[in-house]
């Protein structure tokens, strides 16, 4: 498969590696403006970029027919903008906050916790996510998934970046050093808390899934979820 990286930062230098190793081919390594190049060599793009750049560079894949894995996150309020291009373009777009078959796993934990919970109102919940010290965007895009995962299942009405109101889950960001990425669940009563803790040890673990959702998507049109990879894989 030939793979066009945008984005050729710490994530796209990983995936380029780990592509290499299953036998794809990087065709095309972009770290600036999308419009000054030919995509017409690769079969699938991967943009892992910065916000801003994130919806122009999936809606010019989709304007050239070429299948889009997008991980940046930071951009998701154009998310409805990206589908609708998508879907006029004919074209395919797979975003996920996070790519990593752990926290993929941690979502479905998060989702069954949240149902479990939900009886028991003198539990609070809150989310701590922690990142190294470079990120842009804050609170982490799996930070967010985690938080509208559990609004979904609870009689909670949204979240909010640490101080939040009575009905609403406070996210809490920190930026350490080198971490790739920790994402930590908790409920707290007066007499016990409950936790779930996700801990990547690296960024291989979002670059593989990176890639193999680029090799699930390949030959495919329309919006998809990693669900629809994973749900392949089992
Ligand atoms: N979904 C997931 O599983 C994961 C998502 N991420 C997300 O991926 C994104 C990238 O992370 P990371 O690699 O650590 O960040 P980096 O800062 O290391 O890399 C970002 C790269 O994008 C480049 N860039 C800037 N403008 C453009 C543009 N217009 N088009 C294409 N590339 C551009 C930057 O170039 P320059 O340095 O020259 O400005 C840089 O090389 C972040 O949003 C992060 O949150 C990260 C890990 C996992
Ligand atoms: O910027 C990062 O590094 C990461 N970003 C993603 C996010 O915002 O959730 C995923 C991962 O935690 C690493």
Redesign the pocket.
């Known amino acids: 498969m030939k793979i066009a990286l945008l984005g050729y930062g710490?994530?796209g230098k990983t995936i380029e590696r780990i592509a290499i190793d299953r036998g794809h081919e990087i065709v095309l390594k972009i770290s600036d403006n999308i419009a000054a190049y030919d995509l017409s060599l690769a079969d699938v793009a991967i943009d892992f970029s910065i916000p801003t750049a994130a919806l122009n560079n999936i809606i010019t894949c989709c304007k050239n027919g070429l299948p889009v894995i997008s991980?940046t996150?930071?951009w998701l309020k154009d998310y409805e903008k990206a589908v609708k291009v998508c879907e006029q373009e004919d074209s395919a777009l797979l975003y996920a906050?996070?790519?990593?078959i752990g926290?993929n796993l941690f979502f479905d934990l998060n989702q069954k916790l949240a149902k479990l919970m939900q009886p028991f109102k003198e539990y609070a919940v809150a989310i701590e996510?922690i990142?190294?010290t470079?990120?842009?965007?804050a609170?982490?895009?799996?930070?967010?998934?985690l938080a509208d995962q559990i609004v979904a299942n609870s009689s909670l009405t949204g979240w909010k970046a640490e101080q939040a109101e009575k009905n609403e889950i406070p996210v809490y960001s920190k930026r350490i050093d080198e971490v790739?990425?920790?994402?930590t669940v908790s409920y707290a009563s007066r007499v016990d808390t409950i936790e779930i803790k996700h801990t990547?040890h690296s960024?291989e673990g979002?670059a593989l899934g990176a890639v193999i959702a680029a090799e699930w998507i390949k030959d495919k049109k329309g919006v998809f979820t990693m669900k629809d990879v994973l749900s392949g894989l089992k």
């Open positions: 710490k994530m991980g996150t930071g906050s996070n790519f990593s926290v996510e990142h190294h470079q990120k842009l965007d609170p982490s895009g799996t930070a967010i998934s790739p990425g920790t994402h990547a960024r979002f």
